[in-house]
């Protein structure tokens, strides 16, 4: 499949972003998708999933009680919706898809794009 994400931008903390994933090609072997994020100098991590299936999701830590993933598979579009923004949540934001329960080296990742929070 092939991956756009779109939505970063530059905010300051407090404020709310939403960031958006079109999932295109064989959507039907997309089974999760999943947000995740890399700051200079740190690994990427992940953020939240989404699967289509069960509309089930799983967030790390940093991110729970306030992002917020979602899915409209009419759309095939992955949103993820942030709230509070920390100058912590600096990064860019990739979004994955996988045809398994469990992320793997044979995924398809999006783009990019950058979210930057200023204090």
């Known amino acids: 499949v092939q991956l756009q994400a779109s939505g970063g931008g530059l905010v300051e903390a407090g404020d709310s972003l939403r960031l958006s994933c079109v999932v295109s090609?064989?959507?039907?072997?997309?089974?999760?998708v999943g947000w995740f994020r890399q700051s200079p100098g740190k690994e990427r991590e992940f953020v939240a999933s989404?699967?289509?299936?069960?509309?089930?999701?799983y967030y790390a830590d940093s991110a729970k009680g306030r992002f917020t993933i979602s899915g409209d598979r009419l759309k095939n579009t992955v949103y993820l919706q942030m709230n509070s923004l920390k100058p912590d949540d600096t990064a860019t934001y990739y979004c994955?898809?996988?045809?398994?329960?469990?992320?793997?080296?044979?995924?398809?990742w999006g783009q990019g794009t950058q979210v930057t929070v200023s204090s």
């Open positions: 994955r898809s996988t045809r398994d329960a469990i992320f793997d080296n044979h995924d398809d």
């Open positions: 090609g064989t959507t039907f072997s997309s089974y999760k």
């Open positions: 989404y699967i289509w299936s069960s509309t089930r999701t």
